[in-house]
């Protein structure tokens, strides 16, 4: 029915559609590496502040800080004056005193300090913080244990499959209202009979429709 | 299909080639894009964007955070925050609330606590649009001097080393040779300061010019009532409301209120099935004339006689005169109804008496003051002052009239000697009386102008310095019922903008007060001891002062000479001479005066009635187009007293024969780029003579046309084959009955379209629980003011296309506003209906079926939410979309190639930096290549979800506001959750009047309307039923279940 020489063809469409498949396979493989994802991604802040010392050795409660964390979008970076609020009463030995420099720098002239945001979500995701702390997710869970980092990076992958996964399953990272900022929490009972019994409590219903994030 | 017509353009009405050729090619020609760019220029495209594929693959761009080093108390990064504030306009606050994000204004509404809009926060279309104005780059960002013709940029401190000096020196002199002069203004802080100047430099002369203005009711009240007032309608409480060319319900300081109270005597029919009566007696169509239950088309200048002969009308059948006015009767006794051939008039004459103590009488602003006093006589003899009608006096008695004022001011510049003319916001060069020649005069003498704009004044001026937006400034104003409000700034000033209040302290040699300095101090004198501070703070907050509103009087009528004012009115009338005309100033609907020319919102904006964008032109009627052998967008040669205009003519149906309406404040010479070339200047034929209205014109027809960008018949639903149908299915889409009609068929709407049975081939999803957003729109209350579209450009980012893209019929606006005439168009009762619409939300929606990326979909309150990150830019979805409310976004960032800004010369694909903080951060900007539409605002329902969940509770009803809900003056849109029967959307869905669009589609729309009713004195001898049964003379028969 089909001249010989189209024989030839089965050969090369087999051959295009294989290739087209490792394509298509190797793009979206590269699309969830962290290399894509920015997993990892620690730039140099012009302040070499260490959340492992003041959130974890010293103990500070996230909110201390990120002030806006349970009333609004944003956590919100914390103003000069919140540093100064102890660092104006604290003597540090003369290694330390150059690290604080900028702050006090800044706490001088009023100029704020341009700190690089990590945490990046593309501008059509409208991500709210207060959605999720007031609701049982705690900040690790996003975060990473931040009370552990001499300088953040990003732990998680940000990607929009990622937060579909906690939305479709909330159970897997709920925990009480009163654990939200603590970072090294563990659940006392199996993760999924807490998520579950703390799902119905808080008759929490994650939305999983486009408008929820998108607008 | 008999009953009423109804259709949507004479071009439609006609099946005109050129409309026949719109509607052929649905998104109409794409191609010309292209034609401009040369095969090197493709080349050099091609070459950039292989350059920057090699770049892709890094990560995004590295974004900052910047806290502040001490954050202001209650301060959140992302949340926003309103203030009160008010712009004034003509001498009228409009006291408005404005939502602020990081301390950029985004958004302004009215003001919900204000007693003026009845603590309803509505505002209107100018109002809104002024935040584009303050983020226009355009604006003047530093005092300019004129140095051998040309404007070198100099720098405020400059302006003051180099001022002080001549100023001193006048002030010495007692101000002799200091010319001042300033828009009309409420301020008391102007006041006061002037009050400063006078007594500091007695010999220094102010004059206020506004070139529209409310100057005759004044003058007229001042006849009748023995003093000027201003008059305030309260019409909620009348039953007849006989507007005498006053277009109440749209150029109005209080049109917002006038509207709400208007529209909710509307509503009362399906309260206790009453309603108002609207009878309306103009010559131009205007918004007030599309709600007329009886609307009588005339020219303007015989509009006072016809006010006349309705006097005299009811004097014979009656009416008795306060006894100050006895001598009027013998007067009146010339204006004898019968000759002059006013045959509505012994009808409205007895619908009067039959409602008197609930009618009232109003007279528009451009008719003469003597029209102004036979009304206020006549409202006193109805019984309507005190009930109906009330008057608060003028403040300011003793100020002569606008006119007056730009007479004497040319009459002083015209004398010898330089002298120093201060400029205070006004713009007389353009819009001063076009015989004084302002611009010659003006270059004479050393003047300095403030203003936003280096404009047509600015261009003849010594000094322009350039102005502070409102938002920028601190400020004090009364509103139209006299309210005080507090202008506090929402912003420093971009551009280090001066006040009028602060050039005036410079003039009087003070250079250290600062605007927020003068303002307080005006009001802390006032204040008693240690109360100033709380009363300060609390006229901020709320925008108002408690109790500051005029006193509402009910003042008799005063004797006067009413002989020599009907005198007055017969001496001015000519009857009308063939192929003779007359000239009707207008001011815009949407540049006003002129002062918003430069705004792409407003420019974009379709005009209520003739949905003309980007222009203006000569309003004619039909009769006379077909005389003059010219259709809408032909040139005329329209000349008076010497002087002539060349403007494109539009034919408007309903409008009066033997008169020419010229909307003002088009044809700008210097404003910023976006008014560069728009319209035409029709103050050029503006004299002292006739300010409003020039009994003798000549109009004739020019050479050649213009294309005029109206949108009317963009987005038709029906293609060339159904369009005959579509004709007949118009009172189907747009569905109006009379009140009479509703009493006797409550469910009159159901006999408008068949009822089809509706079968659905698969289980709808099940949206049971949880919200089930829906939206209502009552036609009866819609005027079709327009405030809703330039909220919802405001609040989604939508962006301008420019005059040229509306042509080709790609605006963006999310929700429009279609307009159906109805009637013979050659009658001279042609009547409008306005239909907002937005994306109908449809529960089975056509266009999700055919999107092949699923980038519209449903989310689970039944939302039709567009995911623009998916959208690959088919189009389908517009296809197949039966409402045509879906956008294509053909710009980069609002700006394509052929945006206005660009001049259509270079590619400007960013916003300038000014613009984008004008964008609202809680709405994705979108580029070029997707679909946008009406999302319901999602973004502020999410915000009131967010909010009810975290706090654990549930959303109330009317918590939610969409942008174009919340600003309706009417209160025509209503938004909720039909989940909840209590909700006043699931109301208004089992009202009576409620009908769904398209419903025979069984797309299952979210929307009702509710059907407009009018209520004539008499019903309409055919009812606009459906005359037929069903099933015969309407093709489809299958499917009827009859």
Redesign the interface.
Same mark, same amino acid.
């Given at each position: 029915m089909f001249p010989k020489w189209t024989n030839g063809l089965r050969v090369l469409f087999a051959g295009a559609l294989g290739f087209v498949a490792i394509y298509v396979a190797g793009i979206v493989t590269f699309g969830f590496t962290p290399y894509a994802t920015d997993v990892g991604y620690m730039p140099v802040q012009p302040v070499q502040y260490s959340h492992a010392r003041h959130a974890g050795k010293l103990g500070l409660d996230c909110r201390y800080c990120h002030v806006a964390v349970e009333e609004a979008a944003n956590a919100t970076i914390p103003p000069t004056q919140t540093c100064m609020g102890c660092h104006a009463n604290v003597t540090l030995d003369d290694a330390r005193k150059a690290l604080v420099e900028p702050i006090l720098e800044s706490y001088k002239t009023g100029m704020p300090i341009e700190w690089i945001r990590i945490h990046d979500l593309p501008d059509y995701a409208y991500f709210n913080h207060s959605a999720h702390v007031r609701r049982g997710i705690g900040c690790v869970s996003c975060h990473g244990r931040i009370d552990t980092m001499e300088v953040v990076y990003q732990d998680q992958p940000l990607s929009m499959s990622w937060c579909l996964d906690c939305h479709r399953e909330p159970e897997k990272h709920l925990r009480p209202l009163d654990q939200i900022t603590n970072m090294s929490w563990q659940p006392t009972e199996p993760q999924e009979t807490l998520g579950a019994r703390l799902r119905a409590e808080y008759k929490i219903d994650p939305p999983q429709d486009c408008s929820a994030c998108h607008r | 299909m008999t009953g009423k017509q109804h259709w949507r353009s004479l071009g439609e009405l006609s099946d005109s080639p050129r409309f026949r050729a719109f509607l052929e090619s649905e998104f109409p020609p794409l191609p010309e894009a292209w034609s401009a760019s040369s095969r090197r220029q493709f080349l050099k495209v091609m070459g950039a964007s292989l350059g920057l594929a090699g770049l892709t693959g890094c990560?995004?761009p590295?974004?900052?955070?910047?806290?502040?080093?001490?954050?202001p108390e209650n301060r959140?990064?992302?949340?926003p925050v309103q203030y009160a504030t008010a712009m004034e306009l003509g001498g009228y606050a409009r006291p408005l609330l404005v939502r602020s994000y990081d301390g950029r204004p985004i958004k302004i509404e009215g003001n919900n606590l204000h007693p003026f809009l009845a603590q309803r926060g509505r505002a209107d279309a100018l109002a809104q649009a002024a935040i584009l104005d303050m983020y226009d780059p355009d604006r003047s960002v530093n005092p300019l001097k004129r140095q051998d013709g040309r404007a070198v940029p100099r720098t405020w401190g400059e302006f003051l080393a180099e001022t002080r000096e001549p100023l001193a020196k006048l002030r010495a002199a007692g101000g002799d040779g200091l010319l001042i002069v300033s828009q009309a203004s409420s301020s008391p802080t102007l006041a006061a300061l002037r009050e400063r100047l006078h007594s500091e430099c007695p010999k220094a002369r102010w004059f206020e010019y506004e070139p529209v203005s409310f100057d005759n009711e004044r003058e007229g009240t001042r006849i009748a009532l023995g003093a000027p007032h201003r008059t305030w309608l309260k019409l909620d409480a009348a039953d007849l409301v006989v507007s005498f060319d006053d277009d109440f319900l749209m150029s109005h300081p209080a049109a917002v209120r006038y509207t709400g109270d208007f529209a909710a005597a509307r509503a009362r029919a399906d309260t206790d099935r009453t309603m108002n009566r609207l009878v309306v007696i103009e010559s131009n169509y205007s918004v007030t004339g599309s709600k007329a239950d009886h609307r009588f088309a005339e020219r303007a200048s015989d509009v006072p006689v016809r006010l006349c002969q309705l006097a005299a009308e009811l004097l014979k059948k009656g009416l008795k005169l306060p006894p100050a006015a006895a001598t009027i009767a013998e007067a009146l006794k010339g204006f004898d109804a019968g000759a002059l051939q006013a045959r509505y008039l012994p009808e409205l004459a007895d619908d009067l008496l039959a409602h008197a103590g609930r009618v009232l009488i109003s007279v528009g602003p451009r008719q003469p003051a003597e029209a102004h006093a036979v009304a206020a006589l006549l409202n006193g003899a109805l019984g309507a002052t005190g009930k109906t009608v009330a008057y608060i006096e003028a403040a300011d008695a003793a100020r002569p009239t606008h006119a007056a004022a730009i007479a004497a001011l040319a009459q002083a510049l015209g004398g010898d000697g330089r002298k120093m003319v201060l400029v205070l916001n006004a713009n007389p060069v353009f819009d001063a009386p076009a015989e004084l020649n302002f611009a010659e005069l003006l270059s004479r003498h050393d003047a300095i102008h403030l203003g936003l704009y280096a404009d047509e004044t600015a261009a003849v001026s010594g000094w322009h310095v350039n102005a502070a937006h409102f938002l920028e400034s601190w400020g004090d104003a009364r509103a139209w019922d006299g309210t005080l409000s507090i202008v506090q700034p929402l912003i420093a000033p971009l551009y280090d903008g001066k006040t009028a209040v602060e050039m005036l302290a410079h003039v009087l040699g003070d250079e250290k007060s600062t605007a927020y300095e003068l303002v307080r101090g005006t009001h802390s004198a006032a204040a008693p001891a240690g109360t100033f501070e709380t009363w300060w703070q609390k006229a901020l907050h709320d925008g108002f002062v408690e109790g500051s509103a005029a006193r509402l009087k009910a003042p008799g009528v005063a004797e006067a000479n009413w002989a020599a004012v009907l005198d007055s009115i017969r001496s001015a009338y000519a009857p009308p001479a063939e192929g003779e005309f007359e000239l009707v100033f207008a001011p815009d609907y949407k540049v006003y005066d002129g002062r918003f020319a430069n705004n792409g919102w407003l420019q974009e904006l379709p005009d209520p009635i003739t949905k003309l964008t980007w222009d203006n032109a000569a309003y004619i009627s039909p009769a006379d187009a077909r005389r003059l052998n010219v259709r809408s967008g032909d040139f005329l040669e329209v000349a008076a007293e010497g002087r002539t205009l060349r403007i494109p003519a539009y034919v408007l149906p309903g409008h009066a024969r033997g008169s020419v309406t010229l909307p003002l404040g088009y044809g700008r010479r210097s404003a910023g780029v976006v008014a560069k070339r728009v319209g035409f200047d029709t103050y050029s034929l503006r004299t002292a003579s006739g300010p409003a209205v020039v009994r003798k014109a000549s109009v004739k027809r020019g050479r050649g046309s213009r294309e005029l960008a109206t949108t009317q018949d963009h987005h038709a639903i029906d293609s060339a084959l159904g369009r005959k149908e579509m004709r007949g299915r118009v009172p189907e889409l747009a569905r109006e009955g009379t009140l009479g009609e509703y009493k006797r068929n409550p469910k009159f709407v159901e006999t408008r379209a068949h009822i089809f049975p509706l079968h659905q081939l698969f289980a709808g999803a099940d949206y049971s629980q949880g919200p089930r957003w829906a939206m209502a729109i009552d036609l009866a209350r819609c005027t079709g003011c327009s405030a809703c579209v330039v909220a919802c450009q405001a609040e989604n980012n939508v962006p301008v296309v420019g005059r040229e893209e509306v042509l080709r019929g790609r605006e963006m606006s999310w929700i429009r506003i279609d307009r159906y005439f109805t009637g013979d168009p050659e009658s001279d009762e042609v009547g409008v209906i306005h239909q907002p619409l937005a994306c109908q939300h449809c529960e089975n929606a056509p266009c999700e079926q055919v999107c092949p990326v699923a980038a519209t979909?449903h !989310?689970?309150?039944g939302?039709n939410?567009m995911?623009?990150?998916r959208c690959i830019g088919t189009r389908y979805c517009s296809n197949n979309c039966p409402y045509k409310v879906r956008r294509f976004n053909w710009f980069y960032n609002h700006h394509g190639p052929k945006h206005p800004r660009s001049g259509g010369r270079w590619l400007q694909t960013k916003l300038t930096d000014i613009e984008k903080l004008g964008n609202n951060p !809680?709405?994705?900007?979108r580029s070029r290549g997707v679909m946008e539409k009406c999302?319901f605002c999602?973004?502020r329902i999410?915000a009131v979800k967010?909010d009810a969940?975290?706090n654990?509770r549930e959303i109330r009803d009317g918590e939610i506001l969409t942008a174009c809900q919340q600003t309706c003056p009417a209160d025509a849109i209503v938004f909720g959750d039909l989940n909840d029967p209590s909700s006043a959307v699931s109301k208004l869905f089992g009202n009576d009047r409620a009908y769904e669009l398209l419903q025979h589609l069984n797309v299952r729309t979210r929307n009702r309307y509710l059907a407009n009713l009018k209520n004539p004195v008499r019903e309409p001898e055919h009812p606009a039923e459906h005359a037929q049964p069903h099933g015969s003379g309407h093709g489809a028969a299958e499917g009827h279940a009859g």
């Open positions: - | 990560r995004w590295k974004e900052t955070i910047v806290p502040f080093a001490s954050r959140i990064p992302g949340v979909v !989310d689970s309150d939302l939410v995911v623009y990150n !809680d709405v994705t900007v999302t999602v973004q999410n967010i969940k975290n654990q």
